[in-house]
């Protein structure tokens, strides 16, 4: 049930267009990145002119985003999205009765605080970050 409720979050402001715009951003600033010349390259160029032609990676990343959505798999669309930077996680909250997204927070960080096989699982999955995690928890 909750997964479904989740998912209900993802169809207000067209999130889904946004969080795959987001991640092509990123695509293309790191293929900007990559195509631009060295210093060395530049030195030795008499042109001016710098040409760099991109392929937009939205389309390809909206599809990618819609059919997660379709399969239900809100674990990968967390996973590979920037749901922090949308509607998604107060939609989600007050879908799960929580007055406000931190609300939400702050029980979540109290159920993994009360709950060491939670505690454990959380550590094997985000590796390096529980020291970061353990102090958020510590200082509710």
């Given amino acids: 049930m909750q997964k479904k409720l989740g998912l209900k979050a993802f169809d207000i402001k067209n999130s889904n267009a946004h969080l795959a715009s987001r991640i092509a951003e990123r695509q293309l600033r790191d293929k900007m990145m990559l195509s631009l010349p060295d210093r060395q390259s530049m030195i030795n160029c008499q ?13 390809d990343e909206l599809n990618r985003i819609n059919e997660l959505i379709e399969k239900q798999d809100i674990d990968s669309i967390v996973a590979r999205y920037p749901v922090r930077e949308s509607s998604i996680l107060t939609n989600l909250a007050k879908g799960l009765r929580f007055s406000s997204r931190e609300d939400y927070e702050r029980a979540a960080l109290t159920r993994v605080g009360a709950d060491k096989n939670l505690q454990s699982t959380l550590r094997e999955k985000f590796g390096a970050l529980t020291s970061f995690l353990q102090d958020e928890i510590c200082s509710i």
């Fill in 47 to 59: 042109n001016n002119t710098i040409n760099v032609s991109l392929i937009s990676p939205f389309p």
